[in-house]
């Protein structure tokens, strides 16, 4: 449904191969340790996907949304830790794209595989909220000192650069972009959760972290603009890719247990239950629906389509629905095979738990398409 063209299908090829290779082999391993996917983020570097979204003038593939959707589809499919890990890494770069002035460097070590990005924007004051930061910079002559009690940062202490939010004295916000070396950045807590165990989205906290304007991504107080233009595209398609690859991992799996298991004494598969194969049905026609929507919104984004943005907000909503709906289907399905972990099929169920809890959660984006479709303001 991608619709790729040569050198896109090329790099989602390179990423089922790397996926295949490492990624899935470690995906119950890291869940159960709940521990970083530090080889299969590896691998997705050496094969050169950190670069992905890098313009070619910094050493990058220049790849667009859809092919970004497209390899985040196929490695969540195999492990939706790792595939959330690379989501962030995507966002930050959107970031360092909007000023390559400040990140030039940062974008060239990406696409050489050597930097690994992620956002800190969410604050515990201020919760899933992300939009409106409640720490403030303080002025330190040409600098800034940055203190702030970040939460849910991806790849917390794993990541080489953080692009941080901070409110301004006059009301606005502003981006810096932050090294994993500066003085005074910490991770402020361990992460032990429900789902997506191997994402290592810890509190971290800024303690004082000094920050020059060369770390200023943002027009000062106008990163507002950036956050919505640049990065929520990135965030929300991206996010709506890896719950697709959490619902085509159920389904797959689904479909080969009741092909696969069955009943010795009666001579039967599973697959001869009409009610099974219903829900297994359902589960392709939830999932199938999520993926043409985001298609869709591509389309619409590459047609500059004045409805793009509420599809933008409409594709992260239905594909995070849909992941809760088809792993659900897949439990009940499988039955205690699901249940006692034999299939996997448990670890993506909780793992799609995250995807609607993630800010803009699916509750905000259902208020703000339902105030756009009434002409209202989304952040008033």
């Known amino acids: 449904m991608y619709r790729l063209n040569p050198q896109e299908t090329l790099a989602v090829t390179r990423a089922a191969e790397v996926a295949d290779r490492t990624i899935a082999p470690l995906a119950a391993q890291i869940d159960e340790q709940a521990r970083f996917p530090s080889e299969s983020v590896s691998a997705l570097a050496e094969a050169g996907l950190f670069g992905l979204t890098v313009p ?6 220049g790849a667009g949304l859809r092919a970004a959707a497209a390899v985040l589809d196929t490695v969540a499919q195999r492990c939706p830790s790792t595939a959330m890990v690379y989501l962030m890494h995507l966002c930050g ?3 360092y794209k909007a000023n390559p002035h400040v990140a030039s460097e940062a974008l060239r070590a990406a696409a050489r595989g050597e930097h690994l990005s992620t956002l800190a924007w969410s604050e515990m004051g201020s919760r899933s909220h992300f939009w409106a930061p409640v720490s403030k910079a303080e002025p330190q ?3 800034v000192r940055l203190r702030a009690e970040k939460s849910w940062v991806t790849s917390a202490g794993h990541a080489d650069g953080y692009v ?3 409110g301004t004295a006059e009301g606005g916000i502003d981006l810096y972009l932050l090294q994993k070396d500066d ?3 910490e991770v402020a807590g361990p992460w032990n959760a429900l789902g997506m165990r191997g994402t290592a ?3 971290m906290r800024l303690a004082g972290v000094e920050a020059g304007s060369d770390r200023r991504l943002s027009e000062p107080g106008q990163a507002f603009g950036m956050m919505m233009g640049h990065v929520l595209p990135q965030f929300q398609t991206g996010n709506a890719a890896v719950s697709i690859g959490a619902a085509e991992s159920a389904v797959r799996a689904t479909a080969g247990h009741l092909t696969g298991q069955g009943f ?3 001579g039967t598969k599973l697959a001869d239950l009409p009610n099974l194969r219903h829900r297994l049905a359902a589960m392709r026609i939830e999932t199938d629906k999520a993926r043409a929507l985001l298609a869709a919104t591509f389309d619409a984004l590459e047609s500059e ?3 793009a943005m509420l599809l933008v907000l409409e594709s992260k909503a239905m594909a995070a629905d849909t992941a809760l709906l088809v792993t659900d289907l897949a439990m009940r399905a499988c039955g205690g095979a699901a249940f006692s972990r034999h299939l996997g099929v448990e670890r993506v169920f909780r793992d799609a738990r995250a995807m609607s809890v993630m800010a803009p959660t699916s509750d905000v984006l259902h208020d703000f398409v339902g105030k756009a479709l009434c002409g209202m303001e989304l952040f008033s």
């Open 56 to 61: 070619t003038e910094f050493g990058g593939q």
């Open 93 to 95: 770069i959107a970031c």
């Open 141 to 143: 002559g040409d600098a």
């Open 164 to 166: 941080v939010t901070t």
């Open 183 to 185: 003085a005074g950045l």
């Open 201 to 203: 989205s810890a509190p």
């Open 264 to 266: 010795e004494h009666l």
């Open 305 to 307: 389509d004045p409805g």
